[in-house]
């Protein structure tokens, strides 16, 4: 996590790698101007301590994030030019090398009722950016029927990782595996969280196939893509808006496969979202993956077919 260390100011990078290790593995480091800095893992949350550059569990005695902290670091990450990043910095976030998505928090400028800028940033969220190959393999036999892939969404409760099971679906479609050859896939990643591109290069491997639309609104995305790119499968993370999901039927109408995800709580409620019930009465998905969390963390997955009827 080099990328991450590397930004911050020289004093405190021993306490950033110590975030690493012991076994743990950060999702997220919580920078807060005059507050504890918080590193948030899947055994629970632990905060940098003001000695000896430990991570510790209790509160007591943890290291106070300063303003001057916060300038330096920002400063890093944009690498000197906060100018070059204000739109990026617009949408509430923005990525550095290695993929690392930033959120930020401050004060926003509105025109229009629309945010124009983020000024006096006060909050960073850094998360980190895991790829976890082959978290897919288990799953891509049920996506495809004689070598072709389904039209597929992926579903979960927000945190349960259908990002980077989508992730890792978009690489081996592209790749090829036994049951599918290789596919021109085309991936809209609005909120650069599939490719984790820095500089329009994608830091994931996502295939050698896969050509990366990013920070592209989902809809004029997928439009764009089939005009310009020939996808066979188009993959997009979170549909939702009336405007996603009409781009998602041209797409189905141009032969297109798609490879989706959607926020789902539980299956049951696929019937309740409107543009689902919908596509599910034209027979437009024909697998719906539903991705959970076990007791010890680990992802689980059941696949139903398009009328619902659980496979495994």
Request: include cysteine; charge should be positive.
């Amino acid at each position: 996590m080099e990328e991450i260390i590397s930004v911050f100011p020289a004093a405190l990078r021993g306490l950033c790698r110590n975030s690493f290790g012991e076994g743990r593995e950060p999702e997220e480091l919580r920078l807060r101007t005059g507050q504890p800095v918080q590193v948030l893992c899947r055994d629970g949350e632990w905060f940098w301590g003001r000695e000896n550059h430990q991570v510790k569990k209790s509160k007591e005695g943890s290291y106070i994030w300063t303003d001057r902290d916060m300038k330096e670091t920002l400063a890093r990450m944009s690498q000197y030019s906060m100018y070059a990043l204000e739109e990026e910095i617009r949408s509430g976030f923005f990525t550095i090398q290695g993929g690392h998505r930033i959120g930020v928090a401050g004060k926003t400028v509105c025109e229009q009722g629309k945010v124009a800028a983020i000024r006096n940033i006060c909050s960073l969220n850094v998360r980190v950016a895991r790829q976890k190959k082959g978290c897919a393999r288990g799953v891509i036999p049920w996506l495809v029927h004689k070598g072709e892939l389904y039209n597929t969404l992926l579903l979960s409760p927000p945190g349960a990782g259908k990002t980077t099971m989508l992730r890792d679906c978009i690489r081996l479609i592209s790749e090829g595996t036994p049951e599918c050859p290789g596919r021109k896939v085309g991936v809209v990643d609005e909120r650069s969280e599939i490719a984790a591109s820095y500089l329009g290069v994608p830091q994931n491997d996502l295939g050698s196939r896969t050509d990366v639309l990013d920070a592209c609104p989902k809809a004029e995305g997928m439009r764009l893509l089939l005009r310009s790119m020939s996808p066979q499968v188009l993959a997009v993370d979170e549909l939702g808006s009336r405007e996603d999901c009409l781009a998602v039927e041209e797409a189905l109408h141009c032969g297109c496969r798609i490879l989706g995800t959607m926020h789902v709580g539980r299956i049951g409620e696929l019937r309740e979202k409107m543009y689902l019930s919908h596509w599910m009465e034209r027979g437009f998905f024909e697998r719906f993956v539903f991705i959970s969390l076990g007791r010890e963390g680990e992802r689980r997955f059941s696949v139903f077919d398009g009328k619902l009827q659980k496979l495994c």
